[in-house]
Structure formats: C-alpha cells, structure tokens
Nanobody
Framework: QFQFVESGGALMQPGGSLRLSCAAS????????VGWFRQAPGKEREEVSC????????RYSDSVKGRFTISRDNANNIAYLHMNLLEPEDSGVYYC????????????????WGQGTQVTVSS
C-alpha cells in the first residue's frame, strides 16, 4: 500500500531555493523509481523529475532542467527535490509517487497520492 507524505513547501521569492521531502511507507521503497509531480491551479498534474532505485539515472522536465535536483535516501525511505532559481511558473502543489521509469517519461505506478506540499513563488 503506497503512502507518501510530502513536506517542505513554502512561499518563496523568485530566485530562491527550497528542498522538498517525501516520506514513503507501505511498500519496498528501494525497489521502485520515484517521481515528483506538480499541479498548478487549473492545470493537469505534470511530471517534474524521476529517479531510479539506485539513483543511477535521473530525468527532469525541460522547464526545471538545470535548476532542480532529485535525490533519494533508501535507508530512510525518503526522496528529495532540491529546487534552485525558483520561478513563478514553479508554483503548484508538489507530489511524489512510486513510478515506472521510461526512456522519455515517468508515470505513477498507481493513482495513489499524498496530500502534496504547496510551493508558491511570487514577488
């Protein structure tokens, strides 16, 4: 049973940095890729970044490439999203999920989501 608790969201000014955390439980965390997804008001949820179980491979959406870094701590079942040079377009609710890692995208294993964490970037 997939369970996720996201945290770390905040109101930020453009150009700032933030680290989001995702505490996972209920499944073999270290066996699954993990993805971060976000949903802005009025928009569909979109993929932001994904990481394979061993951290050997990562991928990022074009909009965050070079600014965000995904990482994970398998010993503690936690995934992180380090966000730099924040832009207003980064605003939204951020979610994590166990994922399937394809060459060109990631998608959640199941339609199971935590409460998410709100990131707002505004001057």
């Amino acid at each position: 049973q997939f369970q996720f608790v996201e945290s770390g969201g905040a109101l930020m000014q453009p150009g700032g940095s933030l680290r989001l955390s995702c505490a996972a439980s209920g499944f073999a965390f270290g066996h699954y890729p993990v993805g971060w997804f976000r949903q802005a008001p009025g928009k569909e949820r979109e993929e932001v970044s994904c990481i394979t179980p061993s951290s050997a491979r990562t991928r990022y959406s074009d909009s965050v490439k070079g600014r965000f870094t995904i990482s994970r701590d398998n010993a503690n079942n936690i995934a992180y999203l380090h966000m730099n040079l924040l832009e207003p377009e980064d605003s939204g609710v951020y979610y994590c999920a166990a994922a399937v890692y394809f060459d060109d995208h990631c998608q959640p294993v199941a339609d199971v989501w935590g409460q998410g964490t709100q990131v707002t970037v505004s001057s």
